[in-house]
C-alpha cells in the first residue's frame, strides 16, 4: 500500500541553523512527490515538487529536497533557517497516473528559536 | 491575483445538523479537489470534480455529496453532522485535468465545528 512517512512530528532548531526534514515514501511506481508548508490558519502552500530529471528540486523560499531512490525518501533541507518558516511540513505523494489524489505524511512542525 | 475563496472561513454545528461548504476557484480553473484535515492529522483526499464531472473519490463519507457547477465553484454538502466531522476543509483548484501536471492551488480552508 502507498504511504508516506515523516518520522518526526517536531522539530526545534535555531534561527541561523540549517534544517532537514525526513520523509519516506511506500510507492509501487515512480512517484510524484511534494512538500507543503502550512502556516497556522492557512492552506498549504507548495515548496516544491519532482516527477523525475533532477534528483535535487530548488523550491520556494531556499528550500530543496533530494530524492533518493534506493532510500525511499525525500527530504526536505534549507542551509539556514528564518524565524519565519516556523510552520507545519508536510511531505506528499502524488497518486495513481499522477493525480492529485494525495497521500500525505502526518506533518512535522517546525519550532524556530531566536 | 485572485486566488482560491472558500465560504465560511468557520462554521459552527450541532450534531445531526447539515452544512454546506463553499469553494470559487481561481478563476478559469475547471478543476476542483477538497481535502478533510482533522485536528492534529494529515489532509485527507476527500473527491475531486472536472468540468463538472467528479474526476476521483478518496475517503468520503456517504453522508457527504459534492458538486461542481456551471461556473465551476463546488459545494460540500455535509449531512447528520458527528462530532468526528469537525475539521479544517481545503479546496484546491487547478486548471485542467492532467493532474499533477498542473499547478494546484489551495484554498484557506473552512474549519468546521461539530458540537
Known amino acids: 500500500a502507498q504511504s508516506v512517512t515523516q518520522p518526526d512530528i517536531h522539530i526545534t532548531v535555531s534561527e541561523g541553523a540549517s534544517l532537514e526534514l525526513r520523509c519516506n515514501y511506500s510507492y509501487g511506481a515512480t512517484p510524484y512527490l511534494f512538500w507543503y508548508v502550512q502556516s497556522p490558519g492557512q492552506g498549504l502552500q507548495l515548496l516544491l515538487k519532482?516527477?523525475?530529471?533532477?534528483?535535487l528540486v530548488q523550491g520556494i523560499k531556499g528550500f530543496e529536497a533530494e530524492f533518493k531512490r534506493s532510500q525511499s525518501s525525500f527530504n526536505l533541507r534549507k542551509p539556514s533557517v528564518h524565524w519565519s518558516d516556523a510552520a507545519e511540513y508536510f511531505c506528499?505523494?502524488?497518486?495513481?497516473?499522477?493525480?492529485?489524489?494525495?497521500?500525505f505524511g502526518t506533518g512535522t512542525r517546525l519550532k524556530v528559536l531566536a | 491575483a485572485a486566488g482560491v475563496i472558500q465560504s465560511p472561513r468557520h462554521l459552527i454545528k450541532e450534531k445531526r445538523e447539515t452544512a454546506t461548504l463553499k469553494c470559487y476557484p481561481i478563476p478559469r480553473h475547471d478543476t476542483v479537489y477538497w481535502y478533510q484535515q482533522g485536528p492534529g492529522q494529515d489532509p485527507q483526499f476527500l473527491i475531486s470534480f472536472y468540468e463538472k464531472m467528479q474526476s476521483d473519490k478518496g475517503s468520503i463519507p456517504d453522508r457527504f455529496s459534492a458538486q461542481q457547477f456551471s461556473d465551476y465553484h463546488s459545494e460540500l454538502n455535509m449531512s447528520s453532522l458527528e462530532l468526528g466531522d469537525s475539521a479544517l476543509y481545503f479546496c484546491?483548484?487547478?486548471?485542467?485535468?492532467?493532474?499533477?501536471?498542473?499547478?494546484?492551488?489551495f484554498g484557506s480552508g473552512t474549519q468546521l465545528s461539530v458540537l
Open positions: 506528499a505523494v502524488g497518486g495513481a497516473s499522477g493525480t492529485y489524489k494525495y497521500i
Open positions: 484546491a483548484s487547478s486548471l485542467g485535468d492532467k493532474g499533477v501536471d498542473e499547478k494546484l492551488f
Open positions: 519532482y516527477f523525475s530529471g533532477d534528483t
